[in-house]
């Protein structure tokens, strides 16, 4: 599947061979391999200029979904994401973001109650200044970017959403749901007022196979798949030897208990890697090869990962073998303290 996709840097045609899947009940036309832009929000080593020709290289190769969040840089992502949209006025980019809970603590909690975390003025207010960040009317899809089912059946939330569409400020509504909770958030979805969920999904963290896609399957809600590289392990250059910069997110993440089973783990896949293939190649390719996925969103803050993730999506996937071999490596985690 080729798109004729703009002009290359040559003044030529470019010829892309993006795939595209269907995201959910919206019918939009998404490319498989979208943009996850946190770390274009203040993460340590970021930069602008960087993240500008990366942003521009990813619509030139193809990707046409952005994610962001108010979250990620206190909305300095979101500036970045739509500067992109205006440069490139005569393409279609399929904007996503997200609202952060009141009390801005991650993940969500059960005993946080829904009056601190989305409070209708408060999803009002920050769907407004993620609009005013991006410099557009509306946006294509808004999403909760904490969740908890406790909150599931108040009727507020899904009020706010019926506003929001019919104002015109957001196209379709979605939630980021807790890391190793990919059922929480079933019955929210359940209630008939989201289109996409955001969940982690890579080979190690399998289970919202379980449950959750095939219940989108059945409701035609859309699915994203974060986080596919397992926070770096599944690129395979993280050793238990890695130490991150003060400040950087990951150094509270890969404490000593899961920097050192994650790397055994990923250690672990090495002898399964075709040549001439990276383990971040196969990793994506992994996702590639489940059809209830629409779109992933790796990080790709620097121009040769945008390359090297926009070409696996080609068709191919992995052969059914190596898929059936991978598929063993799934790894059932529950949250942690360090698990945010």
């Not at 010829?15 to 595209?20: A, F, L, P, T, V």
């Not at 890579?202 to 059945?218: G, S, V, Y």
Request: with cysteine; glycine share 8%.
């Amino acid at each position: 599947m080729e798109f004729l996709f703009g002009l290359g840097k040559n003044g030529k045609a470019k010829i892309s061979n993006m795939r595209y899947r269907k995201f959910g009940r919206t019918n939009w036309q998404v490319s498989e391999i979208g943009y996850g832009m946190w770390g274009m929000g203040g993460w340590t080593e970021s930069d602008d200029n960087q993240s500008v020709k990366s942003l521009d290289l990813a619509l030139e190769n193809g990707v046409n979904f952005f994610d962001t969040a108010w979250g990620y840089g206190e909305g300095h992502s979101e500036e970045l994401l739509g500067q992109l949209v205006q440069r490139h006025p005569n393409k279609k980019i399929y904007t996503a973001s997200k609202i952060p809970p009141k009390n801005f603590k991650w993940p969500a909690r059960p005993e946080y109650s829904f009056e601190e975390s989305y409070p209708t003025q408060h999803v009002v207010e920050y769907t407004n200044k993620t609009l005013k960040n991006l410099g557009l009317e509306q946006i294509d899809l808004m999403q909760f970017h904490t969740w908890d089912d406790v909150w599931a059946e108040r009727e507020e939330w899904q009020r706010a959403i019926e506003d929001l569409k019919k104002s015109g400020k957001i196209a379709a509504m979605g939630i980021s749901v807790n890391r190793w909770e990919p059922e929480n958030g079933i019955k929210a979805l359940k209630a008939g007022m989201l289109d996409a969920v955001q969940v982690i999904y890579n080979i190690f963290d399998q289970a919202p196979e379980d449950e959750l896609f095939p219940l989108c399957d059945k409701m035609d809600i859309a699915v994203i798949a974060r986080v596919p590289f397992d926070e770096g392990t599944l690129t395979g250059n993280i050793t238990k030897e890695t130490t991150f910069p003060e400040g950087d997110w990951r150094g509270t993440y890969f404490v000593p208990e899961n920097l050192n089973s994650s790397v055994e783990k990923a250690d672990a896949l090495r002898p399964l890697i075709p040549e001439g293939m990276t383990m971040a190649e196969m990793a994506l390719r992994f996702i590639t090869m489940n059809k209830s996925v629409s779109t992933m969103i790796p990080g790709m803050r620097k121009e040769r990962n945008v390359l090297a993730n926009t070409a696996i999506s080609d068709g191919n996937g992995l052969t059914q073998s190596l898929f059936n071999e991978l598929r063993k490596h799934r790894w059932d985690r529950v949250p942690t303290a360090w698990s945010q």
